[in-house]
């Protein structure tokens, strides 16, 4: 189950304690913004926690799975139940479709962004789009959810380059190297836990994009063929 925070920040002043926690079974997104609204006046400190996916579930659950570079970032504002409510509108340019349908133009919608009035609606602990990012993304009920990645964090996998070899690698949401999709259905290490890790972990033992890929089409193929799924 995802609980996501939000909290509201003024620009020109310390981040407030507002947050919300939004339950998420895949309500559509009017009732969750509802939610967001009613429960602006609870402030628990913890960031957006999700129940990771395995690999297969991720790859066959996934609307579409394409990769490509972050073209731009637009902030829209829209008005939901008589208040105002940002998004972010991520144009992926698309290098390349791994699996599914998307659509001719890849834009995601992301819930947060700055208001009128100069503030600004943050949601904890969801990975964050950059310009010129390179990634892979599980996108799914992108504009109904909101967050448009299959697994919030767990459906994005940036594509790193091992500065020694020049070769191009898997990562995940927080960095680190994928060197097994099995490590998919583990949860994200963060702080000191991710440093302890990052002098550990070899970036050569990293996936690459070619075998990551596969992985992917692999899943979804036994996934609609009813036979399981042994992968890297």
Known sequence: MTKPNT??????????????????????????????TLLTLVSPMRATTVIPPDFSDLAASSDYVVRGKVKSLTNEIRQQDGREVPFTLVEIEVSEVIAGTPPAKVVLTALGGRTSDDGELVVEGVPHFVVGDDSIYFVKDNGTSFYP???????????????ATGRDYVARANGLPLSATAEVALPLAEGKEAQLLRRQLKISDALSVAEFKQSIRDARAAAKNGGKNNVK
Do not use: Q
């Open 7 to 36: 909290r509201m920040k003024p620009a020109r002043a310390r981040p407030s304690a507002l947050n919300a926690i939004l339950m998420i079974p895949m309500r559509p997104l009017r009732s969750l913004l509802l939610c967001a």
């Open 149 to 163: 990645l299959y697994g919030v964090m767990h459906g994005l996998y940036p594509i790193k380059r091992d500065k």
